[in-house]
């Protein structure tokens, strides 16, 4: 089966930098894939990452190492509204099956 | 808004009913998923269907079913309401069926079941 482990908490204050790890254990690697969701709201594509390496978009980057089973997602310059639950994520087979961690509460501080 | 559509957007019902969770995916898209997220769980996958077809199931109950109509929009019956069943139910869609598809997700069906 699979699993994921990341924080269940991370607190920065703003305009800092921010990294929320993920670990997970699967048969089979599909892919990682990030999600931000505010309190109630609908969860938000950030970023894939299916081979080693680093993807930026904007603010946010996302790192993956297969050979680590280990991801991670940098959040820079950041603003009270990053504050949300972010969610590393796991393709299941070839099809657009995903699972997800339990999630990490950011809080941005001023 | 992410241009999927999920109707209704609150549902209270007792345990023993059934209701229906409609979803409308946004224009193009030919895949439809299913999820459920309560406090204690997380979001777990239920369901896809791609284009009509059922392609990628989850822990999915079998109180639980969905189908994905020719116009693809998609609905999720559970029926036999238990308590535990209460939680933000969202539909996703994506243009195709793979792993690296971005899913879109609408903005849920709270369920409350008394």
């Known amino acids: 089966g699979q699993s994921l482990e990341q924080p269940s908490e991370v607190t920065a204050v703003e305009g800092a930098i921010v990294q929320i790890n993920c670990t997970y254990q699967t048969s089979g690697f599909y892919g990682l894939s990030w999600y931000q969701q505010h309190d109630g709201g609908a969860p938000t594509f950030l970023s894939y990452n299916g081979l080693d390496g680093l993807e930026e978009t904007g603010r946010f980057s996302s790192f993956l190492s297969r050979s680590d089973s280990y991801g991670y997602l940098l959040l820079q310059e950041l603003q009270m509204k990053d504050s949300a639950s972010y969610f590393c994520?796991?393709?299941?087979?070839?099809?657009?099956?995903?699972?997800f961690g339990q999630g990490t509460t950011l809080q941005v501080k001023p | 808004d992410s241009g999927v559509t999920q109707t209704p957007k609150h549902l209270i019902t007792a345990t023993g009913q059934r209701v229906t969770l409609r979803c409308s995916p946004r224009?193009?898209?030919?895949?439809v998923y299913w999820y459920q997220q309560s406090l204690d769980q997380g979001l777990q996958f239920l369901i896809q269907?791609?284009?009509?077809?059922?392609?990628a199931k989850g822990n999915i109950l079998e109180r639980f079913s969905a189908q994905q109509f020719p116009d693809l929009h998609s609905e999720l019956n559970l029926s036999s309401l238990e308590l535990g069943d209460s939680a933000l139910y969202f539909c996703a869609s994506s243009v195709g069926g793979g792993v690296r598809e971005t899913q879109y997700f609408g903005p849920g069906t709270r369920l409350l079941v008394l």
């Open positions: 224009s193009g898209d030919l895949s």
């Open positions: 269907y791609y284009n009509g077809e059922e392609r």
């Open positions: 994520a796991v393709g299941s087979g070839n099809t657009g099956k995903l699972i």
